[in-house]
């Protein structure tokens, strides 16, 4: 598999076991940065009565793509070229918008686009979830996530672990209310937000 994520297989099933109780009467999903596609072939055999669509960046869309035409499972749509901040996300119908651990790598304008371009996606009562790590109040949840976002800083100044209070008010300003906040293993988060129903 390229671009194989270890991290991805760790917190692959705990996610699957928030999602149970998230996608019961969901039909489509509409995943951002989908890296290797690991979380999109493991949750879409679990909910076959879901189509999944995986999306990434032009430079990382082939990998993607090698990794799921491998698998070949039913309910994975082609993958598509994604970036948050392009113009229109060229989605029909979703219901469901899922990310994992992107918006601590991608810089703040992007991590707006991703909240505007989610909030425009999503149907009357659809739901953003969003796992990875996050700040509250200006405080991290562990000592490792500290050390992690100086990491992510050294690496690329503009990525870094996100203050939940902000991404929660770029959520609100497109029309979304959250309706959970889930504590992970791995001093990570499962965020969800539901949007309006008018
Ligand atoms: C750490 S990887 C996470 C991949 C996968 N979701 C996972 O959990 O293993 C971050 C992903 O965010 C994607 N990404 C970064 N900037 C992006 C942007 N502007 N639009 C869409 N995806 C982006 C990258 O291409 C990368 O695949």
Not at 23 to 26: A, W
Not at 83 to 95: E, F, L, N, R, T
């Given at each position: 598999m390229l671009n194989y994520s270890p991290n991805c297989e760790r917190n692959q099933q705990p996610i699957f076991e928030q999602l149970q109780g998230l996608?019961?009467?969901?039909r489509h999903v509409l995943e951002v940065g989908?890296?290797?596609g690991q979380h999109a072939l493991f949750f879409a055999r679990r909910f076959p009565w879901l189509s999944w669509q995986p999306t990434e960046l032009m430079m990382n869309h082939e990998a993607l793509k090698l990794n799921l035409m491998e698998e070949a499972v039913e309910n994975i749509l082609p993958p598509q070229i994604l970036?948050?901040?392009?113009?229109?996300?060229?989605?029909?119908?979703?219901?469901a918008v899922f990310t994992a651990n992107t918006l601590h790598i991608m810089g703040w304008p992007q991590v707006e686009c991703f909240f505007a371009g989610a909030g425009a996606a999503l149907e009357p009562g659809g739901q953003l979830i969003v796992y990875g790590p996050f700040r509250y109040e200006g405080d991290y949840t562990s000592a490792s996530n500290a050390e992690f976002d100086q990491w992510l800083k050294q690496r690329d100044p503009v990525s870094g672990i996100r203050d939940f209070e902000a991404v929660n008010a770029l959520a609100e300003a497109v029309g979304l209310q959250l309706s959970a906040d889930v504590t992970m293993p791995a001093n990570n988060q499962l965020l969800v937000w539901r949007k309006s129903e008018v």
């Open positions: 996608l019961t009467d969901s989908s890296g290797s970036d948050v901040c392009q113009a229109g996300w060229g989605v029909d119908y979703a219901d």
